[in-house]
């Protein structure tokens, strides 16, 4: 069974363009998140969607950043500008329906790891 | 977002030792309480969870001890090994009662980094 798969696993980009990392969470999976590990910070929040609608997208830092779930399958989390202090490994997760089994625990992907110089 | 604090930040442990990880927490909606296990290059990966309705959960080498009252709890690692070097996060989430529409929300600590020398 294929786990969540995270595009591309490394970013190097320059200060002002546009990054786009994609997520595939696993099948049958309603719920996803989107996450920012650094060392200063750990890992943070962004996102999450539940059942393709954001619920909560108060961990997302500022208007640069965008997240879309246009299907069950797919999600992207957009950077546009992109700044050196964006500079993180990004992880998608998922996690199943409530009520089965497995629910509380999130999945997690391998990363994108972002260079922005 | 409430907090779930996590310490120590690092912790280097001789092989074959004992592992200690603390976290505490602020709020009481809390009820389920996992541990993550991340591997360099990795993302987390659940390693054992624990309900307030138990005051510890044993699964092999890895323990978690829960105190309600004090809204703490901890991992330990019994007889340590190099292989277990890696960073840990705990994390809280809100049962469904109070987590609301969609899913379970998990507030993660700020991890630690173990190293298990041999």
């Known amino acids: 069974d294929a786990g969540v798969i995270q595009s591309p696993r490394h970013e190097v980009t320059e200060m002002g363009q546009e990054v786009t990392l994609r997520c595939k969470p696993i099948?049958?999976?309603?719920?996803l998140f989107w996450y920012r590990q650094t060392m200063m910070r750990g890992l943070e929040l962004l996102i999450y969607f539940n059942n393709n609608v954001p619920i909560d997208d108060s961990g997302m830092p500022e208007d640069r950043f965008s997240a879309k779930m246009p299907n069950a399958s797919f999600s992207t989390l957009k950077i546009q500008p992109s700044e050196p202090r964006d500079s993180a490994v990004y992880f998608c997760?998922?996690?199943?329906?409530?009520?089965?089994?497995?629910?509380?625990?999130?999945?997690f992907g391998p990363g994108t790891r972002l260079t922005v110089t | 977002q409430q907090q779930v604090k996590q310490s120590p930040q690092s912790l280097i442990v001789q092989k074959g030792g004992i592992s200690i990880i603390n976290c505490a927490y602020e709020?009481?909606?809390?009820?389920?309480f996992p541990w993550y296990q991340q591997f360099p290059g990795k993302g987390p990966a659940l390693l054992i969870a624990i309900r307030p309705d138990v005051s510890e959960k044993k699964e092999g080498r890895f323990t978690i001890s829960f105190n309600k009252s004090a809204k703490q709890f901890s991992l330990h690692i019994m007889d340590s090994q190099p292989g277990d070097s890696a960073t840990y996060f705990c994390a809280a989430s809100p049962s469904i009662a109070y987590s609301g529409a969609g899913s379970y929300q998990l507030t993660f600590g700020k991890g630690t980094k173990l190293s298990v020398i041999p």
């Open positions: 709020n009481t909606a809390f009820d389920y």
């Open positions: 997760a998922s996690s199943p329906p409530k009520g089965l089994a497995g629910a509380y625990e999130q999945y």
């Open positions: 099948s049958g999976h309603n719920s």
